[in-house]
């Protein structure tokens, strides 16, 4: 490793941010400055407020949702001039704890509030209603002004006037007035005389449904909503000076920085531009990113799992998921391979130690299945909950198989590999018996505390029919065939490595005809798409999410299918700009905020990479990364939460909001950005034949990137890899030892170079 490599490593493994004025946030152009709470609100603290020419105008701004503080969930500015806030509240009439931001994101009121300044301020307030149910409820706005000069702010108040406050109807619209008038009569070294001051602040509320009301400092609004409707209202803050009020920002001002300051627009179009070789890209970002996981990872180790210095496993996330999980685990340590097959030997060794042995319906166990959690903590161990040892998902049970494959590709090691052949096909055994009377994959849970919907998304609502009701259990959703059609493929290829060809080829005729079942039930020609799940009753469940790419991954889809599939989920209202969404914004279920009904999930996007990859669908592929790595680049420390909202990438929506409870550093997330750049470059390593396929294709904005140290069987391989002028990405080895062959081959063609 270079000193140069060695000192940006350290940059990112340390945590360090520092910003100034932490306790605040400031927006401002020319006179006027808008300095709040880092909530976003005005307290009546000092230095905070609206200001213009020094002048405090608006001392007090508050707002409630049903007499409660709206829960900020991501808050930023968006120029210096603006700023935006998402807010989540709870519905009046929703159950449970009002005050829990991970409980509200399920059925949430969002309030959305996006504020620009300029010699006065305006803002809008979007409230949007993402429960399932109508809803009546109250926003009210307190506020008040004080007209305290900015240095009166930080000590005692010493001019003295008169406040007038005004409420009246004016048009279409509402307004609440501020007149402030102070006089002071100064004799100074024979300068006598009385000086004035007269400033002012009027609020100028339009808004849809029915007019607010004032009582006293508050302002009241009723508002009615059904699911998915929206609420919208125009703040203009008009400051005067003298008798003469100020120009407030337009409406669009917020969208365009054009129109709201021409003259600096000017300037910064024909001022001298500076630029280095790197600066269009994000190649920055994907280096930081990459180290950045790699850190996480190894801070997620879990030590008293550990099979060795070279084989070990993780927790799945900080704070929440400090836990051995299966699932989660597995996926990781796959997807983050590119980087070592320590995790891999670690987690299945350790996944082989948990296997269930008995029929337990307090922990959901059978012969054969694979671990889904097992927790550590009193509740745990005390067995008030059956999470000490707990087998809830299907999806373990087929990752595991694929997993060991993925062992077997990337290091060739037989003495590893042999001691898990039995235990992965005892997980498929298994998984031959989960299943409906049509042969598809599904299952409930026998456990009186288990996990409802124990498939890829295992959140109790995350499955619904098109109409948004839920869907009942047992259900058979369209990834988890494809999860088992990968693990039968998977296995065949280790038992044929092993010379039980026999066994291999009975799992390949198996999985052609389970796949062929597959493609003629869940296929929805009129969609283009896979049905997100099969019902108890064999029905499909015809909503549009994105566990239908997870079938491409697999390799369940049909090839026929594969182009549509990805056209329709990189439509508008499945791809958000910042990612593909967990549902379409179009169903009447989708919020933004919910688990698994409208947020974003970086794990997701490593299969959809691959996915892409193996079609040769490169523009797909360039879409599905970029998102990625341009989310990564908004996130501290360019790390990729658990899981962030659905919100559109438009004028409105310039970052996304985080899921209230995501956790970060997340397994996961931290593992999909090195699926992401092994995608790009079509690694596809062979160990046992000492050989590594690779078809790159990088995009324009990561024009170069350096593998050093990239293990195969025995081999370790510094690789660089370019783009040209033309397009093409090139590539040269630096530094190799070991056996080890580099085929160009692509996929669906003969052309090959290999060097070794």
């Not at 409820?137 to 001019?159: C, I, K, M, N, S």
């Not at 179009?269 to 630029?275: D, I, N, Q, S």
């Not at 990752?399 to 039995?422: C, K, M, N, S, Y």
């Not at 396929?693 to 195969?712: F, K, Q, S, Y």
């Amino acid at each position: 490793m270079s000193a140069h490599q060695g000192s940006a490593d350290a940059g990112v493994r340390r945590l360090v941010r520092l910003r100034t004025r932490d306790e605040a946030t400031h927006i401002g152009r020319g006179d006027t400055v808008f300095s709040t709470r880092n909530e976003g609100f005005v307290e009546g603290e000092r230095e905070q407020g609206l200001f213009v020419h020094r002048t405090r105008l608006l001392s007090l701004y508050r707002c409630f949702v049903s007499g409660r503080r709206p829960i900020p969930v991501t808050l930023s500015q968006v120029r210096q001039d603006s700023w935006l806030g998402y807010y989540i509240a709870a519905a009046p009439s929703q159950d449970g704890d009002a005050d829990s931001p991970d409980h509200v994101a399920q059925n949430a009121l969002e309030l959305r509030i996006s504020r620009v300044v300029g010699e006065g301020m305006h803002e809008h307030y979007d409230i949007t209603n993402y429960t399932p149910e109508p809803v009546r409820f109250r926003l009210a706005l307190e506020v008040d002004a004080d007209f305290a000069d900015l240095e009166e702010t930080r000590g005692e108040r010493q001019q003295r006037g008169t406040l007038d406050r005004r409420w009246r109807r004016a048009g279409d619209a509402h307004e609440l007035m501020f007149d402030y008038h102070a006089q002071h009569r100064f004799s100074h070294q024979g300068e006598r005389g009385t000086a004035h001051v007269r400033r002012s602040l009027t609020l100028r509320i339009r808004n849809d449904g029915e007019s607010p009301t004032r009582r006293g400092r508050r302002i009241t609004f009723t508002i009615e909503l059904p699911p998915q409707g929206r609420w919208h209202a125009c703040l203009d803050w008009i400051a005067g000076v003298d008798g003469e009020p100020l120009p407030t920002p337009a409406c669009d001002a917020f969208a365009d920085v054009e129109a709201a300051d021409q003259d600096g627009a000017l300037f910064l179009r024909e001022a001298t531009v500076f630029t280095t070789a790197e600066s269009t890209t994000l190649a920055g970002v994907v280096t930081e990113a990459l180290a950045r996981a790699k850190f996480d990872l190894a801070a997620l180790r879990l030590p008293r799992f550990d099979h060795g210095a070279r084989a070990w496993t993780i927790a799945a996330g900080a704070p929440a998921y400090v836990a051995l999980f299966g699932r989660d685990t597995i996926v990781t340590a796959g997807q983050a391979a590119m980087l070592g097959p320590e995790m891999l030997r670690g987690t299945l060794i350790e996944m082989v130690s948990w296997q269930g042995s008995e029929r337990n319906d307090w922990r959901d166990e059978q012969p054969g299945r694979i671990l889904h959690e097992a927790h550590s903590g009193p509740l745990a161990l005390l067995n008030y909950k059956p999470q000490a040892r707990y087998y809830g998902s299907i999806s373990s049970s087929g990752l595991f198989p694929a997993a060991l494959a993925q062992l077997w590709q990337w290091t060739g090691d037989r003495d590893a590999v042999a001691p898990l052949i039995e235990p992965a096909l005892r997980a498929l055994r298994w998984l031959d018996s989960c299943t409906d009377p049509r042969g598809f994959h599904a299952c409930t849970t026998r456990s009186r505390k288990g996990v409802k919907n124990q498939t890829w998304k295992d959140s109790d609502d995350s499955i619904r029919y098109e109409d948004g009701t839920e869907v009942a259990q047992p259900v058979a959703t369209c990834e988890e065939q494809g999860i088992a059609y990968a693990a039968r493929m998977a296995m065949a290829e280790v038992l044929s490595a092993f010379d039980r060809r026999d066994e291999a080829r009975r799992l390949r005729r198996e999985a052609q005809a389970f796949k062929r079942r597959f493609n003629d039930a869940y296929w929805m020609e009129d969609e283009g798409v896979f049905a997100l799940a099969l019902d108890p009753q064999g029905r499909q469940v015809r909503s549009i999410a994105s566990n239908a790419l997870h079938c491409v991954y697999s390799g369940i889809a049909d090839d026929a299918f594969v182009p549509r599939i990805f056209e329709r989920l990189l439509a508008p209202d499945m791809f958000s700009g910042w990612g593909i969404r967990t549902l379409s914004s179009q169903h009447p279920s989708y919020n933004p905020y919910a688990y698994h009904r409208g947020t974003v999930w970086p794990a997701e996007h490593g299969p959809f990479a691959f996915a892409a990859c193996r079609h040769g669908l490169h523009d797909c592929l360039e879409r599905i990364c970029r998102s990625q790595f341009e989310a990564a680049s908004l996130f501290d420390f360019r790390r990729l939460p658990e899981c962030f909202s659905g919100h559109p990438r438009d004028a409105e929506h310039p970052f996304p909001a985080i899921y209230p409870a995501a956790n970060a550093p997340q397994a996961w997330s931290a593992s999909t950005v090195p699926a992401l750049v092994q995608a790009m470059l079509g690694l596809r390593p062979s160990a046992p034949e000492a050989l590594l396929r690779i078809d790159p294709n990088l995009p324009a904005w990561l024009p170069d990137i350096t593998l050093g140290g990239l293990r195969v069987g025995n081999a370790v391989a510094s690789l660089r890899f370019h783009r040209g002028d033309d397009g093409h990405t090139s590539y040269e080895v630096l530094d190799l030892r070991g056996e080890l062959r580099i085929s160009t081959e692509k996929p669906g063609n003969g052309e090959s170079r290999e060097v070794g």
